[in-house]
């Protein structure tokens, strides 16, 4: 049976070597029993552990029928949300579409508070059918609440209150939040976010499985891929990829190299980093530690970050997602007058070329002290996507928890919503507000 395999070979040398990373096992391996048994930091947030593997089957045709109704009911659907309640359902949704699909059946908002953005969103709509699908954990969030809140308005507007909410499905927590209170007022279809389950976790729960459905997307295959990979990743030993991804990119830290590159030949796999982005930097960026993640996408980027990842500061590694087989076939066509000279590789195919490029890039960054570690999916399917979010998730838990962080919670996070509340003069703020006004004078 095909699966994702990860190669260490190219980070070992100058850097680190092989026994630097075994050197590791027993600290990975206590990570995954802690994973395993709930005894580390944050154990109160380990729903997502055995989730492809408990999945209720009702729950999976809840999703499925919720969304096969607002496909019938919209010709778009907005799904609102941010962090966590936003970039896992983006993530699988770009890998698997159409690249110049113009009449997407989803779309995102409520990620960032772009007037222009927002204004632009209101105006495509207009002459629309569409659909909301809400999404916050918290329900208190305020980027996606502003959204819900232009765009509720702008549904009720368009088809009156009663059937507006039959057009909107809440996704939140069971009890806490504004949100969930609306929903309940409101009578909105509502999908219930566990307490267990943190947002940057949450992607192969109805946070990302009702968007990903609606797009037209089988669900059931990416909780199949990812319960393989519960599977393989379930039991401590070598061939735990899990365990191993972990191991390095610690052995790497351990040895200066403090940012990882997720890098991709594949313009399908942008938003897959930046979900890993956010996935890895929340949950090991905390006191004072954790690897800097960072992601390109190639070939577009060695035209523009190139240089500085083959020269620059020698404090990175690169993480490489290669697809070993496209859905489709390109060959480059022979020309007679070869003006632009590339016979020479005329009746190949595309994707021959752009393994070229990998190839050759992995020989350079190795020759200019970069390490590299290799991913390869097998194809872009829901099932290897299920296998490599749930791969990347079981890793980050282990790689937190051998850094000495809690992985699962996000202190840092509030920061600036703390800030932001106070210079807004949000109801109970009042001696923020004043406290920043002051230092703003
Ligand atoms: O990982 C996390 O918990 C966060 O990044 C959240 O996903 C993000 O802040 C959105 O939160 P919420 O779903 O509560 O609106």
Redesign the pocket.
């Known amino acids: 049976m095909k699966t994702i395999t990860l190669d260490i070979a190219g980070a070992l040398g100058n850097v680190i070597s092989e026994a630097d990373v075994n050197a590791l096992r027993g600290e990975a391996d206590a990570a995954l029993d802690k994973l395993n048994n709930g005894t580390g930091a944050g154990n109160d947030f380990l729903g997502w552990v055995n989730l492809p593997s408990t999945m209720g089957i009702n729950l999976i045709k809840d999703i499925e029928d919720t969304a096969e109704q607002l496909r019938k009911d919209c010709e778009v659907v907005v799904a609102i949300?941010?962090?966590?309640?936003y970039l896992g359902a983006k993530a699988v949704i770009e890998a698997l579409s159409n690249s110049f699909d113009k009449n997407q059946k989803v779309i995102f908002a409520g990620q960032n508070i772009g007037e222009d953005y927002l204004h632009e969103l209101q105006a495509y709509l207009a002459d629309k059918k569409f659909g909301i699908i809400v999404?916050?954990?918290?329900?208190t969030?305020t980027e996606?609440a502003i959204a819900f809140r232009l765009l509720k308005e702008q549904l009720e507007k368009q088809l009156g209150k009663a059937e507006a909410s039959k057009r909107i499905v809440a996704i939140t927590d069971a009890k806490k939040g504004a949100l969930r209170q609306l929903a309940t007022e409101e009578g909105y279809k509502t999908f219930v976010i566990d307490d267990n389950v943190?947002?940057?976790f949450s992607v192969l729960t109805p946070v990302g499985l009702l968007p990903i459905a609606v797009a037209g997307f089988d669900i059931k295959a990416l909780v199949e891929g990812a319960k393989n990979m519960e599977e393989f990743t379930r039991n401590a030993g070598e061939y735990n990829t899990a365990e191993l991804y972990a191991m390095t990119r610690n052995a790497l830290y351990r040895a200066g190299k403090k940012i990882e590159i997720l890098v991709n030949y594949n313009p399908k796999l942008h938003y897959l980093a930046e979900w890993w982005k956010?996935l890895y930097g929340?949950s090991e960026g905390k006191d004072g530690k954790g690897i800097f993640p960072a992601a390109v996408d190639n070939s577009t980027d060695l035209h523009s970050m190139g240089q500085w990842i083959q020269e620059g500061e020698r404090t990175i590694f690169e993480t490489v997602i290669s697809v070993e087989a496209p859905n489709n076939t390109v060959v480059i066509p022979t020309d007679e007058a070869n003006l632009d000279g590339l016979n020479y590789i005329a009746g190949k195919r595309v994707d021959e070329v752009n393994k070229m490029a990998e190839l050759g890039t992995r020989i350079a960054h190795i020759d200019g002290n970069v390490p590299n570690l290799r991913i390869t999916i097998p194809a872009l399917t829901e099932g290897y996507l299920g296998e490599i979010l749930y791969f990347f998730e079981k890793a980050c838990g282990i790689s937190g928890y051998m850094l000495d962080v809690n992985p699962f919670n996000?202190p840092g996070?509030e920061a600036y919503k703390r800030n932001m509340f106070a210079l807004l003069a949000k109801p109970g703020y009042e001696e923020a507000t004043a406290a920043i006004q002051a230092r703003l004078k």
């Open positions: 949300g941010i962090g966590g309640s999404i916050s954990k918290s329900g969030t996606p943190g947002g940057r956010q929340e996000q996070v």
